[in-house]
């Protein structure tokens, strides 16, 4: 006959329930509904008992099931605390109609839980089944507090304190929490795992969600072996934290029978980990997306995969890194290829908000030329473009006209240094006296001026101011590295050698400091000072735009080269007067690296990420399928991605397909200037260059519709694993890959 989905999801539960309750004729079967109560005998859904805790300190026998109602919601953890036999697993599942049962350890509070303490500080104590030692993360609406270090500290908007001797919670509000910030969410299970298997074998675990943790959401350790995790979603949610693993695997010994059906392991900072030494573990129909770094890490070479879809995992860079591991896992066929598109209910809770940059006209000679010819691509397309000048060389001064040009048709014109020097690299040149006539020679250099002692050689004598305001700069051009190195040769007693990594424009007065150094017996490598050169270069920039060219934005914006940043050179970039830059070309989760939106973007380290060489070599629908990943994590985690290229980089044609992926994925392209000035007009957590925002979309819905690159991808397991994460039967409507089973509006036959 036929029935729609809502009624197929109740014949396949009711299914389910007798298929546990009939596992053997001596086992028992016990129900956990959080409106029971541990004093009941937990043996019948009229009688079941309340907590994890109570199940955690129990003792079951093998063939023994434990039923956890749907639509309960428990914030507390589960450690299964017996083993059962081969052939007679302890089984826990899922009971009853509606979602399944969820493990979190998001606590929400309501308006009446709170009470002002004094003036702005308000407080709640939290009550839950388990103690709270700990408490590392605090959501206020969608967008993730400031932990102080005393209840005296909070001062601003969103600071909390949490006194693990009282289990108060304090935070900052003019008014109650709630009605200020729309909510206010602590997530209570630090550092826990909400289902830790630990020495314990014959277990087998299925339908349960777990959400909201900053530790594990399945941990394997220990002895345990025979295991069996099926048709469970692992969702951290919890950003910043390295700690959030979906499925962590590491048994002390070499575990052969362990296996993961119709598992997801989303928005974690890894999907799936394995380490330890086990012998055989598999994975099938199971998914990772969006997971911070990557989405299954394999340290043991025991682990096959097959059947699965990794996709879009990876936040530090624009590139996704989905699978990884030392010696890493074994592919065991009929994966879904790498940056396939999902197609899930809806990705895009931020908006997903791109740059693109054209970076070093005024470095070399035909940059300005190849992107005069891809403008018109842009304009017809109506794509922003941002433009990163490099303002240090003769060319660049020819070059005004056209920088000038490119302002005022609307182009978005960046700085990107004066010499375009890659800051990581030190050395500058190394000399070496070679003259006879010199009984010493020694070298200084103090207070930006340059010292060569040579008692008899006067060829080898040099006292050079390298100060900007030198008066020799101009007759001898010693402002500049290689006019130095070249001045030194002319010499005849020096052999100066320039180091190839080093930019001849570099200014000289950066040369760091050298105390009588010996020049004679052997060469010496002369250094840049770091920080002297990264504040000329940043100033000088600046000072030279807004020398040469009129109309430019009033926030300015800085592009570094190569992509290097570091806590000293923002705060240079701050200093200099630069509203904002493109930063480093790796995010981290850290106070001192790019984060995402909940959390704080720095506004002086947007992440960038160059088409080379990775969008490169790739054909169309590979090169579309990359830019729709980037596009994916952008929208899931509000991570703003600056896309950069160079000359002859990209073709018009491979432009063309990335600008248009771009639009039809849903991108929010802007400039630079843009991206900034947006930034700005968020939320800036106080004394630093961080601002939030928050949620501008619907939820992260991962679940499949019905052109899913999952639907019906996945293969056909034992009748044990036959239904899905809510109950729906796959026999009836394809076994797909991850928790989920794709159910159209209306069904098919059912009996």
């Known amino acids: 006959m036929k029935v729609n989905a809502t009624r197929a999801r109740f014949v396949v539960v009711c299914a389910l329930q007798l298929l546990l309750c009939c596992a053997g004729a001596s086992a028992a079967t016990y129900y956990v509904d959080p409106a029971g109560s541990n004093g009941n005998d937990g043996l019948s859904p009229q009688t079941p008992w309340r907590t994890l805790l109570k199940v955690g300190i129990s003792t079951f026998q093998p063939g023994d099931v434990i039923l956890f109602k749907r639509d309960g919601v428990w914030n507390e953890w589960l450690t299964p605390p017996s083993s059962g036999s081969p052939g007679n697993l302890?089984?826990?599942?899922?009971?009853?109609?509606?979602?399944?049962?969820?493990?979190?350890?998001?606590?929400?509070?309501?308006?009446?839980?709170?009470?002002?303490?004094?003036?702005?500080?308000?407080?709640?104590?939290?009550?839950?089944?388990?103690?709270?030692?700990?408490?590392?993360?605090?959501?206020?609406?969608?967008?993730?507090?400031?932990?102080?270090?005393?209840?005296?500290?909070?001062?601003?908007?969103?600071?909390?304190?949490?006194?693990?001797?009282?289990?108060?919670?304090?935070?900052?509000?003019?008014?109650?929490?709630?009605?200020?910030?729309?909510?206010?969410?602590?997530?209570?299970?630090?550092?826990?795992?909400?289902?830790?298997?630990?020495?314990?074998?014959?277990?087998?675990?299925?339908?349960i969600q777990l959400d909201w943790y900053d530790g594990y959401g399945v941990q394997v350790q220990g002895t345990s072996d025979h295991v069996w995790l099926a048709n469970i979603s692992t969702d951290s949610q919890v950003p910043n934290a390295t700690v959030p693993i979906g499925f962590y695997v590491h048994p002390d010994g070499p575990a052969a029978d362990i296996h993961l059906y119709n598992t997801d392991a989303h928005r974690n900072y890894v999907g799936y980990r394995f380490d330890g030494a086990p012998s055989a573990i598999e994975?099938?129909?199971?998914?990772?997306?969006?997971?911070?770094?990557?989405?299954?890490?394999?340290?043991?070479?025991?682990?096959?995969?097959?059947?699965?879809?990794?996709?879009?995992?990876?936040?530090?860079?624009?590139?996704?890194?989905?699978?990884?591991?030392?010696?890493?896992?074994?592919?065991?066929?009929?994966?879904?290829?790498?940056?396939?598109?999902?197609?899930?209910?809806?990705?895009?809770?931020?908006?997903?908000?791109i740059t693109l940059t054209y970076d070093d006209p005024g470095l070399v000679d035909g940059s300005h030329q190849y992107i005069q010819s891809l403008l018109p691509l842009f304009q017809r397309k109506s794509i922003p473009l941002s433009i990163a000048i490099v303002t240090g060389y003769a060319l660049s001064q020819q070059l005004v006209p056209t920088f000038q040009s490119w302002i005022n048709a609307g182009w978005d014109v960046n700085a990107h240094s004066v010499s375009h020097q890659y800051f990581i690299y030190p050395n500058a040149f190394t000399l070496q006296y070679t003259g006879t006539a010199a009984s010493s020679v020694t070298l200084a250099i103090a207070n930006k001026h340059l010292t060569i002692t040579a008692p008899g050689d006067p060829n080898a004598q040099v006292n050079w101011d390298l100060s900007s305001s030198g008066t020799d700069l101009v007759p001898t051009g010693l402002d500049t590295i290689g006019a130095m190195v070249y001045t030194l040769n002319q010499r005849g007693v020096f052999i100066a050698t320039q180091d190839p990594n080093l930019k001849t424009v570099v200014k000289s007065e950066d040369?760091?400091?050298?105390?009588?150094?010996?020049?004679?017996?052997?060469?010496?490598?002369?250094?840049?000072?770091?920080?002297?050169?990264?504040?000329?270069?940043?100033?000088?920039?600046l000072a030279w735009m807004n020398a040469n060219l009129t109309g430019l934005p009033t926030n300015r914006v800085y592009v570094y080269p190569g992509s290097y940043e570091d806590a000293t050179t923002e705060g240079i970039a701050v200093s200099a007067g630069y509203a904002g830059a493109r930063g480093s070309g790796t995010m981290q989760p850290s106070p001192n690296a790019s984060t995402v939106l909940g959390t704080g973007i720095n506004i002086q380290n947007i992440l960038?990420?160059?088409?080379?060489?990775?969008?490169?070599?790739?054909?169309?629908?590979?090169?579309?399928?990359?830019?729709?990943?980037?596009?994916?994590?952008?929208?899931?985690?509000?991570?703003?991605?600056?896309?950069?290229?160079?000359?002859?980089?990209?073709?018009?044609?491979?432009?063309?397909?990335?600008?248009?992926?771009?639009?039809?994925?849903?991108?929010?392209?802007?400039?630079?200037?843009?991206?900034?000035?947006?930034?700005?007009?968020?939320?800036?957590?106080?004394?630093?260059?961080?601002?939030?925002?928050?949620?501008?979309?619907?939820?992260?819905?991962?679940?499949?519709?019905?052109?899913?690159?999952?639907?019906?991808?996945?293969?056909?397991?034992?009748?044990?694993?036959?239904?899905?994460?809510?109950?729906?039967?796959?026999?009836?409507?394809?076994?797909?890959?991850?928790?989920?089973?794709?159910?159209?509006?209306?069904?098919?036959?059912?009996?």
């Open 90 to 207: 302890i089984k826990f599942d899922a009971y009853g109609n509606g979602r399944p049962p969820e493990f979190t350890g998001r606590y929400t509070t309501s308006n009446a839980q709170w009470s002002n303490v004094s003036g702005n500080v308000w407080q709640i104590t939290l009550t839950a089944t388990q103690p709270i030692p700990q408490l590392r993360f605090v959501q206020f609406g969608t967008i993730w507090g400031n932990v102080q270090a005393s209840q005296a500290s909070l001062a601003h908007s969103r600071d909390w304190f949490y006194d693990s001797a009282t289990q108060n919670l304090y935070v900052y509000s003019s008014a109650n929490p709630v009605n200020i910030y729309r909510s206010v969410t602590p997530i209570i299970l630090s550092g826990q795992s909400l289902i830790n298997i630990n020495n314990v074998n014959h277990v087998q675990i299925q339908h």
């Open 283 to 353: 994975l099938k129909n199971c998914r990772a997306y969006a997971n911070r770094t990557y989405g299954l890490m394999d340290n043991t070479g025991a682990v096959t995969y097959s059947y699965c879809h990794f996709y879009a995992n990876n936040l530090a860079t624009g590139v996704s890194t989905d699978v990884t591991g030392t010696p890493g896992p074994i592919n065991g066929g009929n994966n879904i290829a790498a940056d396939m598109l999902p197609n899930i209910r809806g990705f895009l809770q931020y908006p997903a908000r």
């Open 511 to 541: 040369l760091a400091d050298v105390v009588s150094q010996d020049i004679k017996s052997a060469p010496y490598t002369l250094q840049m000072d770091k920080s002297r050169l990264m504040t000329d270069e940043l100033g000088w920039t």
């Open 608 to 751: 960038s990420q160059g088409v080379a060489p990775n969008f490169q070599v790739t054909d169309d629908g590979q090169l579309a399928n990359k830019i729709r990943a980037l596009v994916f994590k952008s929208g899931v985690w509000g991570v703003p991605f600056g896309i950069f290229f160079h000359m002859n980089e990209l073709s018009e044609h491979q432009a063309s397909v990335i600008l248009d992926t771009l639009k039809t994925s849903g991108a929010t392209l802007m400039t630079n200037t843009q991206l900034v000035n947006y930034l700005l007009t968020t939320q800036q957590e106080i004394g630093t260059t961080y601002y939030v925002d928050s949620v501008s979309g619907k939820p992260v819905d991962l679940r499949p519709v019905g052109a899913s690159t999952s639907m019906n991808a996945g293969t056909v397991l034992t009748t044990e694993f036959k239904y899905d994460l809510m109950g729906a039967d796959r026999t009836l409507f394809g076994w797909s890959k991850g928790t989920y089973e794709y159910v159209p509006e209306t069904a098919g036959n059912a009996k």
